[in-house]
């Protein structure tokens, strides 16, 4: 396999590859926005960020019960379910419910193509493998932003009943802000999808893929943290986790700064927000960089 | 017609310890129907994926269109269908062309035209998942055919279909072939292999046995013939044929002879006093041409694996 006849010169091969990057993300596109699970997916994880962010707290707010009942923690539960508090609520349920399903679906939506035999067929219509997995990378990514955009439009809608229903006064909350949440939240689902996609194309099979990575996110870490304690020097590894860039990333936007809202499960505040960022996209990239390596190398079964 | 437009050389796949694929050189030239002739786990499948570029060889190369395996400017212009085909479950049939059709960057209009040329369109809407196989396979060939491109790849295109079915994929593959397509496309079918292909090559155990026209590898037609007495008719049938090409069998003469050299035949032997009980010809069928082939040849090293 040295020379051959056919070999288009660089640009026309870089022309090839940009318009194949578009025709494979739109062909993944047209598959993944008609794909039920997909939307099985979307909805519980819109359902739960309401029911944990928002239904919850405010019936604990509006029957008085649990914290202790004084007046000052009330408040603070209600200042959280305002407008106002986006910013500070809107990631913390992302580094461990909201990354368990984007890695799923990361996860199903590239591991799947292995037993249905859906990557064979692809790989033979024309985009080089590279290009048609860009494809897949990319479509995933509007899934991504679209589903951050729904909880986005969601939380505001909550809210917003929250402060009508309370005659509460609207204040919107700081735009900066705002933006630093979408951001960080956009971090750490980005890296999970990523770890899900890793995984599905290392494992080549969606529930073993499914199976690894909610054990990881929901156990192995937790183990390893707790495991940390006992012995010095494993913290130095468990520090720089996944898991604990994510946690620590809405740990970095959330609560922290706000009233008296407890945490959500898995939200940490052992790194800083420009380190967990940094950790996240380095994560990201090191996940996203192995799996197009492993799809550009391996025999297709 | 002498184009070659996939060349191999060597072609080795290696799984551990298996040889998958031995060696294999062949040679499909353009214009031609190619059978890939060869029992289940001959090697015929894995070939055809290290032609497409989705399974790396071992050893040797590939040469299709022009270009290496895989090239997208050579995928582009093959259309393959690969062992069982590989579609969405929960997308109709039409849907699954559709996301194709936008992979290869070509109208989504013409997805109707494919299932049509499979004989789909009126289960078009159904979800793939609810496809029968023969079905299934049909879609398969459609999204082979999206792009009308110059090569075709089948491997088992006929898998599943019914008697009807298989003989519309017969037509179809003829009908591609007049239209100036490549189709490779193999099959443990000799009889479907017989009727629609010009060269095949013979697969067993990973090793290429043989590679030719149907009719040079079925050989020169044979002549039975039933006369007294015995030893004249053997005489005489020396005479016309040659020494080499007589033998004695069933109590009668086989020759290889050309048919049109039959009238000759009877002439001498009516002309030397023989009497002629019957003269017959019998045609070696692929099958038997097969069977004596794979018969004797064993595999070197373990069975390879891979259909």
Known sequence: ?301 | MSEAIVVTDGLTKRYGDQLAVNDVSLTVRRGEVYGFLGPNGAGKTTTLRMLLGLVRPSRGRATILGARPGHPAVVARTGALVEGPGFYPYLSGRDNLRVMARYQGVAEALVDDALERVDLSGRGRDAFRSYSLGMKQRLGVASALLGDPELLVLDEPTNGLDPAGMADMRRLIADLATHGRTVLLSSHLLGEVQEICHRVGVIAHGRLLAESTVAELRGASTVYVHAEPLDQALAVAMKVAGDDAVRLQDGGVHLELDAGRVPDLARELVASGVDIHGISPAERSLEDVFFEMTAGERPDLPEGSGG
Do not use: C
């Open chain 1, 1 to 301: 396999m040295t020379r051959h006849d056919i070999e288009p010169t660089r640009a026309v091969a870089q022309s090839v590859g940009v318009r194949g990057l578009a025709a494979s993300t739109s062909a993944e596109w047209l598959r993944l926005r008609t794909w039920p699970a997909v939307w099985v997916l979307v909805g519980v994880w819109l359902a739960l960020n309401l029911t944990f962010a928002y239904v919850l707290n405010y019936i604990a707010y509006a029957t008085g019960s649990g914290n202790f009942g004084t007046g000052e923690v009330t408040a603070g539960l209600l200042a959280d379910l305002l407008p106002e508090a986006i910013p500070r609520v809107y990631a913390g349920g992302l580094p461990m419910f909201g990354g368990a399903i984007m890695m799923i679906l990361a996860a199903l939506a590239v591991g799947s193509g292995f037993g249905w035999g859906t990557w064979k067929t692809v790989f033979t219509q024309r985009p080089s493998r590279l290009v048609a997995f860009g494809g897949t990378l990319a479509a995933l990514a509007v899934v991504l932003v679209a589903i951050l955009a729904a909880q986005l439009v969601l939380d505001f809608g909550a809210a917003m009943l929250i402060a009508a229903v309370e005659s509460q006064a609207l204040d919107w909350p700081d735009l900066g802000e705002l933006a630093r949440s979408l951001g960080g939240g956009l971090l750490i689902s980005g890296m999970w999808a990523a770890a899900g996609v890793l995984i599905g194309i290392l494992t080549r099979s969606p529930a073993i893929a499914v199976g690894f990575g909610l054990v990881w996110s929901f156990v192995v870490e937790n183990l390893l943290r707790g495991v940390a304690n006992l012995i010095s020097g494993l913290e130095y590894v468990t520090d720089a986790l996944p898991g604990t860039a994510a946690g620590s990333m809405a740990g970095a936007l959330g609560p922290a700064a706000g009233s008296g809202g407890d945490a959500a499960p898995g939200v940490l505040t052992v790194l800083s927000g420009g380190e967990s960022a940094m950790l996240l996209t380095a994560y990201t990239v090191v996940f996203l960089v192995v799996a197009a390596i492993l799809v550009r190398r391996r025999d297709i079964a």
